[in-house]
């Protein structure tokens, strides 16, 4: 009886302490309480026999998936092993006699009884040992749900600046492809445009029509009623362009009261002069500005591609000469070939030319700049 507590006692301290890799360590420990009872063998002492060891201080390089499921396993065997320790003890504990026992007996059942108090201590040092990993590893998973939140949160905040930053480029794109006065696309847009048509018309040798537009008496409603009821004018005449012509068709502000239209796909002259009759009759319309009410006639000077230019500018300047033939004759549009080939009555002079926007440099015009009608 004294070999078995000794036995017991030895066993169920190792047992408690102990945090071998091998998950059926405890298992076997159990299996072999069962056995009978023997003396200790020095020699070969059974498996609960072993050293205590704490988590490997290398695990602390591991990644935390790696190490918080080593930490999970050795508290696992901890408590397993204190549950077949205790086990154990309560099969050992009904073989202490009861009643009337011989001296000798009862001295042995006292061993037993203090071996079986420090199996139940080392048992609870063992649990507290538990309890302590699973503390740590409940502090590790809140440090790692706070530096999971604040990449959340640094990633919420990178989202967020790149959506301002695509916002921001998007309003710069439009700023510099749009006139600030009218919303209509610029000259710069007008030149991606016709660049684009150019390339797009140019392998089947198709034709696509340049409208050069012009207000007639722009310049004295400026200077009669001031240049905030004509910007208000230009916004009105520029909304009604939009809305006149094709979809596929593109109106833009190319400076002062001069607006350009490029039409693709053109299939005839007629087809190209019907359109210029609709952007006339929609421009002259009255235009309320407040309570004043305002007429404006546009003059239209029409240039086709590839037969009045094979570039942009040659058609920019035919358009430019045909408008000023329909100004100077009252003629509402015209079209390039109609124009005189005479210098003298088919264009303006080599000074109007020159401060002609649609030969001149291409640039933004400003706010307040405006061409003479």
Not at 18 to 42: G, H, K, M, Q, V
Not at 264 to 277: F, G, K, Y
Not at 279 to 297: E, H, K, M, Y
Request: net charge neutral; charged share 25%.
């Amino acid at each position: 009886m004294i070999a078995v507590a000794h036995r017991f006692s030895s066993d169920a301290l190792s047992a408690m302490t102990s945090t071998a890799s091998d998950p059926l360590a405890a298992r076997r420990i159990a299996n072999e309480w069962d056995t009978p009872a023997t003396a200790p063998d020095s020699a070969n002492p059974p498996p609960c026999h072993r050293e205590a060891r704490d988590i490997d201080p290398a695990s602390e390089q591991r990644p935390r998936g790696e190490w918080s499921r080593a930490m999970a396993l050795q508290i696992r065997r901890g408590v397993d092993d204190c549950s077949d320790v205790l086990l154990t003890l309560a099969m050992q504990l009904r073989l202490i006699p009861s009643g009337q026992t011989p001296p000798g007996t009862r001295e042995q059942s006292l061993t037993v009884a203090r071996l079986a108090e420090s199996s139940v201590i080392a048992c609870a040092a063992q649990l507290q040992k538990s309890v302590a990993l699973l503390d740590e590893e409940i502090r590790l998973a809140n440090r790692l749900e706070l530096e999971l939140q604040e990449v959340r949160g640094e990633l919420q905040q990178a989202r967020q600046q790149l959506l301002e930053s695509q916002v921001h480029e998007e309003r710069a794109r439009h700023k510099a492809f749009h006139d600030t006065l009218t919303g209509l696309p610029n000259r710069f847009s007008f030149e991606e445009c016709s660049s684009r048509a150019l390339a797009q018309h140019r392998p089947l040798a198709r034709e696509f029509g340049l409208m050069y537009l012009d207000l007639d008496g722009f310049k004295s409603i400026n200077d009669l009623h001031g240049h905030a009821v004509g910007d208000e004018l230009l916004k009105v005449i520029g909304s009604r362009l939009t809305h006149a012509v094709r979809t596929r068709d593109s109106i833009s502000r190319h400076g002062g009261d001069e607006f350009l239209c490029l039409l693709l796909d053109v299939q005839s002259e007629q087809q190209v002069a019907s359109i210029a009759r609709k952007l006339i009759d929609t421009v002259s319309a009255p235009c309320q500005i407040g309570f004043l009410t305002l007429c404006v006639r546009p003059s239209i000077g029409i240039a086709l591609y590839p037969r009045d230019g094979s570039t942009v500018e040659a058609l920019l300047e035919s358009a430019d000469k045909a408008m000023f033939w329909a100004k100077r004759h009252r003629l509402g549009h015209a079209l390039f070939r109609h124009v005189p080939s005479r210098q003298d009555s088919c264009s303006r002079s080599g000074q109007d030319l020159a401060a002609s926007p649609a030969i001149k440099q291409l640039s933004l015009p400003g706010a307040g700049d405006r061409i003479p009608s």
